[in-house]
């Protein structure tokens, strides 16, 4: 009574979880990737929200910045798309160079060491943690400011909750969740087009007094604090708003999300998410100078902006507050670059051993389900101990995104300096990127230096630490594999000569079914732990592998196949092994996102087949148990066996020592 009642909740469970996360793939539908990858258009949704959301606060702060000298606005208007243009250029190289996607950190690890992609891969981590966040925050502001004054207690609960619906939409699936947000990307496209058109094009005829007062107040700046002066007031407010740029490399870092050929989809949703944001940064800081947009307590300029402009017509505040809360709405769309980037990242790390391994896990819906809930909990941690406040965030945001953008400038201007004798339009390609190289350099000193202690230093010290914790890992996972190494060495002399055995497996006989990975010293020793065991004991052998679908391997729609094809040559050696000493083998194989939940299914189905089976896997098993090795290594031979004990099948775990 009690098994039947235990799995009716299981089934329920199982439905609850179905229903609010979605189906599992069909990883063997040959059209897989292709159905889950993005078209540009869909592409610039989901990752062009970040940089279009940033002119709802970079612009801002920039003109903010230049306090009495508002001339200036034209200046940093050509700067901003200036610096738009060459960033988004050199990430545009970055995709035809890395077309599986990874930008900085694959940038830094392959052009400057492993070093460099650590510090850079960190950094992005983090920056896409804030990405969330700000964008969160900045959306409930937006939000909150309609509400009266004693709703505002609930606008950190409103953006906690905010930050869970994303989580959940992001395990269901990219494409399912840019479907959703869509709508909201569009609306604040069109209304913000609608503004900036109709702001220049109302004032078109007020160009030449404004270029007049423009020069006139210029040359007043001379003669008072002089060109250098100026150039400092410029370089300041200029630097300050680099918040506009943030989200620029969210294409490159994102390319696996996007439809083959990805290179060419990748750069057309560059040029689409450039050109937007250069249009929208520009254009705002133009109708400020224009408009002669005044500072006011409590609103935002663009809200200023829009007031301004509607403010005579008989809809203009129902206009004005629909362009006004897109833009609150876009910010919500705009953290969705933050959940499809991080986890991909933290992906290439895990892969390369600096974060645990489990990062590298796609989930049954093909989506990185280990990164996005941490990503989802570590941004609502942020948004808890900030309170929400858009002006420390915005500062911990920017002081990351260009210490990214600096080491990718630096690896590509490396990258083109080696080429020199290759390639005839070094020369070109090397003066691009140097120059966004001192653009981001200057940005990232003057902000750590005018914010570091107003939150400057705590997105260091994070980082930093997030570092260290990357070193201590890697360290760990070198020791674990030097001690495979050693495995392997001791078995090297091991190589019986090969007999294929004549005769079918006998399925009455005792049979061994041994769950492996690759074909390596652990699987080889488990192997010879069961023969030295259980003496004369198993005549059949049965080697099960999963090939399991992750950031390493799911490149495109052909790298499944592949997949299988390696893991096929693994088990075959196994097999071969087996017959050499005389015994029956045979092997089987399925793919899976997941080897617990998969293997059990296998092996359930192989033991009706040979019903005097037992189920073998191994382990490793270090001298001193930590408690980091439950992080840093999954435990999958336990949670098998937890669900191999209520099928009633026996499954014996082997221990395969580690270390002296």
Not at 120 to 142: H, K, Q, R
Not at 457 to 482: A, N
Request: proline share 3%; net charge positive; charged share 20%.
């Amino acid at each position: 009574m009690n098994n039947f009642i235990t799995k009716e909740e299981d089934s329920l469970t199982k439905k609850i979880v179905r229903k609010l996360f979605g189906k599992p793939r069909d990883l063997n539908d040959p059209g897989i990737f292709h159905k889950l990858a993005l078209i540009p258009f869909f592409a610039w949704i989901g990752l062009g929200a970040d940089g279009l959301s940033s002119s709802a606060y970079g612009p801002e702060e920039a003109f903010r910045t230049i306090g009495t000298h508002f001339y200036l606005a034209i200046f940093l208007a050509l700067a901003t798309a200036f610096t738009i243009i060459i960033i988004s250029y050199a990430y545009s190289k970055i995709i035809e160079h890395f077309p599986h996607g990874g930008g900085g950190y694959i940038v830094a690890t392959h052009m400057l060491g492993e070093r460099a992609g650590v510090v850079s891969g960190s950094a992005l981590v983090i920056d896409y943690i804030l990405t969330i966040t700000v964008s969160i925050a900045s959306c409930s502001d937006a939000i909150f400011s309609y509400l009266p004054i004693e709703y505002q207690k609930y606008k950190i609960i409103f953006a906690a909750i905010l930050i869970i619906i994303l989580t959940i939409l992001n395990i269901r699936g990219v494409k399912e969740s840019i479907s959703i947000l869509a709508p909201i990307f569009i609306i604040f496209v069109l209304t913000h087009v609608f503004m900036l058109g109709y702001g220049i094009t109302s004032h078109f005829w007020e160009l030449k007094p404004v270029m007049a007062n423009v020069h006139s107040n210029f040359t007043n700046d001379i003669g008072t604090i002089g060109f250098l002066g100026i150039f400092l007031i410029f370089i300041r407010a200029y630097s300050l708003g680099g918040g506009t740029y943030t989200g620029i490399e969210a294409v490159s870092n994102g390319l696996q999300i996007m439809r083959d050929p990805k290179v060419r989809t990748g750069k057309r949703t560059m040029f689409y998410m450039a050109s937007s944001l250069a249009l929208a940064a520009s254009g705002l800081l133009l109708c400020y100078l224009l408009v002669e947009v005044k500072v006011t307590s409590g609103k935002t300029l663009n809200s200023v902006l829009a007031d301004t402009l509607y403010g005579n017509w008989k809809i203009g505040s129902i206009l004005a507050f629909i362009t006004i809360f897109s833009e609150g709405a876009l910010l919500f769309v705009a953290a969705q670059a933050g959940f499809i980037d991080a986890p991909r990242v933290m992906a290439n790390m895990a892969v390369d051993s600096w974060l645990p391994r489990r990062f590298a896990a796609y989930s049954d819906r093909l989506t990185m389900r280990n990164g996005i809930v941490m990503i989802g909990i570590a941004s609502l941690l942020l948004l808890l101990y900030t309170q929400g406040s858009i002006q420390a965030l915005v500062i911990m945001y920017s002081i990351n995104v260009f210490l990214t953008f600096s080491i990718s400038e630096f690896g590509m201007s490396s990258f083109y300096f080696k080429r020199r004798k290759t390639d005839k339009k070094w020369k070109r390609q090397i003066s691009i990127h140097l120059t966004g190289l001192i653009l981001c350099v200057t940005i990232l000193s003057i902000t750590v230096f005018e914010k570091f202690m107003e939150g400057g230093w705590l997105t260091l010290l994070i980082t930093s630490v997030l570092i260290g914790l990357c070193y201590l890992i890697r360290r760990h996972y070198k020791k674990v594999k030097e001690d495979i190494k050693r495995l392997e060495d001791d078995i090297a002399d091991i190589k019986p000569e090969y007999k294929p055995q004549q005769y079918k497996m006998d399925k009455k006989e005792m049979t061994a079914i041994q769950l492996v990975g690759g074909y390596n010293g652990f699987g080889i020793h488990t192997f010879l732990s069961i023969i030295r065991s259980f003496p004369n004991l198993y005549k059949n052998f049965v080697f099960v592998s999963v090939a399991v679908i992750d950031q390493g391997m799911f490149k495109g729609e052909e790298s499944i196949e592949h997949l299988k094809q390696v893991t096929e040559n693994s088990l075959r050696k196994y097999v071969e092994l087996a017959e050499s000493m005389e015994f029956h083998a045979e092997y089987r194989l399925e793919t899976a996102t997941d080897v617990v939940e998969k293997a059990p299914e296998i092996i359930d189905v192989i033991s009706r087949e040979y019903p005097k089976s037992t189920v073998f896997s191994g382990k490793l098993a270090f001298r001193a148990e930590k408690f980091y090795h439950r992080l840093l290594h999954n435990e999958t031979a336990f949670a098998i066996q937890r669900k191999l004990q209520v099928l009633g099948i026996t499954n014996v775990i082997l221990p395969i020592k580690m270390g002296k």
